[in-house]
Nanobody, 116 residues
Framework: QVQLVESGGGLVQYGGSLRLSCAASGIDFWLRVMAWYRQAPGKQREFVARIAGGGSTNYADSVKGRFTISRDNAKNTVYLQMNSLKREDTAVYYC??????????WGQGTQVTVSS
């Protein structure tokens, strides 16, 4: 079955960096557009970035120029390099197939907290 395991979150100061990883199994990873999402307290889950199997990328306007999504198809892993972090980036970060909905399988997420 589908399994998604996110890691790499933590507490970081304003302006700092973190690199998130997500290991996927149970899907034809190299064929899928993979994405990162995040959910802040009291808010709905939102799209952050996506990457196609061939490497083309798209970003939410709020993270453009600061975050970089990448993938390693040999390892079934997708990454999110986050630089110049802001307090508003504080959230639980999830990865999934792009377009996954409420009833899709989701991992446990990884908490990112940015302190001022």
């Amino acid at each position: 079955q589908v399994q998604l395991v996110e890691s790499g979150g933590g507490l970081v100061q304003y302006g700092g960096s973190l690199r998130l990883s997500c290991a996927a199994s149970g899907i034809d990873f190299w064929l899928r557009v993979m994405a990162w999402y995040r959910q802040a307290p009291g808010k709905q889950r939102e799209f952050v970035a996506r990457i196609a199997g061939g490497g083309s990328t798209n970003y939410a306007d709020s993270v453009k120029g600061r975050f970089t999504i990448s993938r390693d198809n040999a390892k079934n892993t997708v990454y999110l390099q986050m630089n110049s972090l802001k307090r508003e980036d504080t959230a639980v970060y999830y990865c999934n197939v792009f377009g996954a909905g409420e009833y899709s399988v989701w991992g446990q997420g990884t908490q990112v907290t940015v302190s001022s």
